[in-house]
């Protein structure tokens, strides 16, 4: 099992940059591709950005491709994600996930999630 903790949610404005970070502890962290997903209300969750194991691979939806970058530390375990260019439409909860699936672009392997945290991007 792994537990993760988000933190660097906060008010912002448009145009501007938030960094998240979600810290692992529990199961070796390499153990795990790890996800970004995002939820608005009233929408889906949708996984936003995605690091395979080793961070060689990465995956963005469309919305956020070009503006968020995610990112690993294995020896820290943490994973980032740095979100620039933001705009009113990315205000959401945000989640880190975790999942021992080869599949970390699929939404329904990931198995265990932090608290989420708020971003909240005024225009």
């Known amino acids: 099992q792994v537990h993760l903790v988000e933190s660097g949610g906060g008010l912002v404005q448009t145009g501007d940059s938030l960094r998240l970070s979600c810290a692992a502890s529990?199961?070796?962290?390499?153990?795990?591709?790890m996800g970004w997903f995002r939820q608005a209300p009233g929408k889906e969750r949708e996984l936003a950005a995605a690091?395979?194991?080793?961070?060689?691979?990465?995956y963005y939806s469309d919305s956020v491709k070009g503006r968020f970058t995610i990112s690993r530390d294995n020896a820290k375990n943490t994973v980032d994600l740095q979100m620039n260019s933001l705009k009113p439409e990315d205000t959401a909860i945000y989640y880190c996930?975790?999942?021992?699936?080869?599949?970390?672009?699929?939404?329904?392997?990931?198995?265990?999630w932090g608290q989420g945290t708020q971003v909240t991007v005024s225009s």
């Open positions: 690091i395979s194991r080793l961070g060689i691979n990465t």
């Open positions: 996930a975790a999942t021992t699936s080869i599949q970390y672009i699929t939404r329904n392997v990931y198995n265990y």
């Open positions: 529990g199961r070796p962290f390499s153990s795990y591709a």
